[in-house]
DNA sequence: CTGTTAGCGCCTTCAT
DNA sequence: ATGAAGGCGCTAACAG
């Protein structure tokens, strides 16, 4: 049987108050005391058992999810990934609240992080528009000791805590590599499809990208990168313009969101034109067109794994714990037709 | 507040002790009561704090898992996520212990099946050789009431609970869709090193690759399989053969293990041979190969998600309890050298 | 500064 | 067939 509390007690002579408050380090012990408990914990080799802890705290995490509104498929179901962790609050212990607020608006996001501040809760996970307004937003949440991780897309500078969400630049060289390979020995431009360069995300997959064709691929011609918002209709009318205007177009990379306007623009232009198309995250459009063969190549971000990851890195943080860092990483998924995973329900 | 057994006691009229039986369908309640208490919890929306019943039950499972002995990295790699749970046991309320077999017994595997059924454990997990001698031996501690899930290589038609391993068909197929989209328009045949026919996962992923090149690369000339037993010195021995008997090689798919042997008689090839190599599983050899260039795709399974889903997995059943498959589902990771994870500790 | 006591939500004897 | 009481390992008042 593992030592608990009361063997402490014992081996130390105190009393289970005195073994909890060196357990927590809370004040009011004498050095000595401490001394004497924290060898027992020692040799004893006493590990506490979180579960009683947790039922014993009656503790209750209150955090708040600020998530871009919109069309969006990915934050759609990023939003559906944290309600579906909102229906698990109780056994949780958490109180999650979502705030909704306008895709890539700076301003609207900062009053949004003052508005979550206000409400004082134990901890904040933001995808965050990369300006200086939000940054700043996000600092005072940090100095009034407020938990903050930055979700999907990252802010620098900011003293997040945490960020939860892939390495971009790592996201960007990977369809680099896939693009040149597929491509091989054919002619023909490739084309970057971005939705904003105010995101961070995006900036550092297209700077992955470019890094890998220009170092390895070099005889290929890249054309500069075109910004589709993440709104399908403006996405298909960008790529049909440069499908019109590029007729031996190799490839094109699509690294935001609007996977509808692209696939539409593509299959426009007709299968025979062979378009080799690289485009990120798994939602239901993009897993047809995949499927299809209008899409190539799915880079994917688990949507579920980033909110989990979150949800445990604010509760450690909101105690004061620290996260180790290689447990909360989040991987890079690539989808081929062959590798897509069963529907889920 | 959430409702607790108190609650749904009053909410009766009966007492802890007759909920308690009910939540755990245990006899001795009149059919009457019973249906009071059930809509009691119905009505409430109870749900039962999981930690609270384990801290108040102090129920430990004993877990046995039979691993492959020898050089192979991965192997060694499972084990040593084994070992890691195993120092996590408290914490888990499990008691695991090992069993070490040759690779590719099947008598062994049976007996050492055979044994841990005389340990009378909650449940086993192994990583099976496919025969029937072992398939009956699986079959007889299922019948005994003892949870088993297979680990990597599956066994069907054995009644095992749960697989805890990938998709290997798809795992194939993917390899088959980038060698062939790799290879592009270069000529030369392409090789197939397996490690034994006698496992599962090598031959689903044998099926799957041999499909994807038939299907979709039918121009492409495939060399019957050779089989290295996952050792380092053999692979070596046969690639070598491979190569000098095909001076046109263009790609390896190495869907065993002896990553080792596959690398240096590439290296030794030369680079200017450009052997499009795509081989299995993230080990520090694998991982130098892929940097250096010599590998150029690797696919994963990862070990850790494997043993912790397993682990879970016969917890769950131990207790009768059904599993969500669908969370249970092992990914398969595709390595580029831009999409590497950092060097865990 | 330190100790006593009463729970957290659930399970388990032992009576009744 | 049902209930009362104590305890799992830990924490949090409240005394002293």
């Known amino acids: 049987m593992r030592p608990t509390v009361h063997d402490i007690a014992a081996e130390a002579g105190v009393s289970l108050a005195t073994v909890d408050r060196v357990l927590n380090n809370r004040p009011g012990v004498r050095s000595v005391t401490r001394d004497k408990v924290e060898r027992a914990i020692a ?3 006493y590990v506490r058992d979180v579960a009683a802890a947790n039922l014993a705290k009656g503790r209750s995490y209150s955090l708040i ?9 990915f934050m759609r179901g990023l939003e559906a990934e ?8 109780p056994a949780e212990r958490t109180e999650i609240a ?3 607020v306008p895709a890539f608006d700076a301003r609207a996001l900062a009053d949004a992080v003052a508005e979550a501040h206000r409400r004082r809760p134990a901890g904040v996970a933001v995808v965050a528009v990369d300006a200086p307004e939000v940054t700043q937003a996000v600092k005072r949440l940090r100095e009034d000791g ?7 897309s990252d802010l620098p500078g900011s003293m997040r805590d945490h960020f939860a969400g892939v390495d971009n630049i790592a996201a960007g060289r990977t369809a680099g590599n896939l693009m040149g390979r597929f ?3 054919r002619p023909g431009p490739v084309a970057v499809v971005a939705g904003s360069m105010l995101v961070r995300d995006h900036r550092e997959r297209l700077e992955g990208f470019q890094g890998v064709m220009r170092q390895c691929f070099e005889t290929r011609l890249l054309l500069p990168v075109v910004e589709g918002q993440d709104d399908a209709a403006l996405v298909e009318k960008l790529v049909g313009a440069l499908i019109e ?7 094109i990379y699509s690294l935001g969101a609007g996977n509808r306007g692209l696939v539409a623009a593509v299959e426009k232009a007709g299968r025979e034109m062979k378009i080799c198309a690289i485009a990120h995250e798994l939602t239901p459009h993009s897993r047809a067109a995949l499927l299809s063969g209008t899409i190539d190549v799915l880079l994917n971000q688990d949507a579920g794994h980033e909110v989990r990851s979150a949800i445990r890195v604010l509760k450690a943080k909101a105690d004061g714990l620290a996260v180790i860092e290689a447990q909360e990483r989040i991987r890079i998924d690539i989808f081929l037709k062959d590798n897509l995973p069963i529907e889920q329900a």
């Not at 999810?65 to 498929?73: K, M, Q, R």
């Open 43 to 45: 040799t004893l080799g």
């Open 65 to 73: 999810f600020i998530l871009p509104a919109g069309e969006n498929s």
């Open 82 to 89: 944290v309600r579906a962790a909102m229906a698990h609050s």
């Open 98 to 100: 979502i705030l909704s």
């Open 146 to 152: 407020i938990a903050v991780v930055t979700l999907v």
């Open 183 to 185: 491509l091989g020995d």
């Open 245 to 251: 205007r590029h007729p031996d177009l190799a490839g």
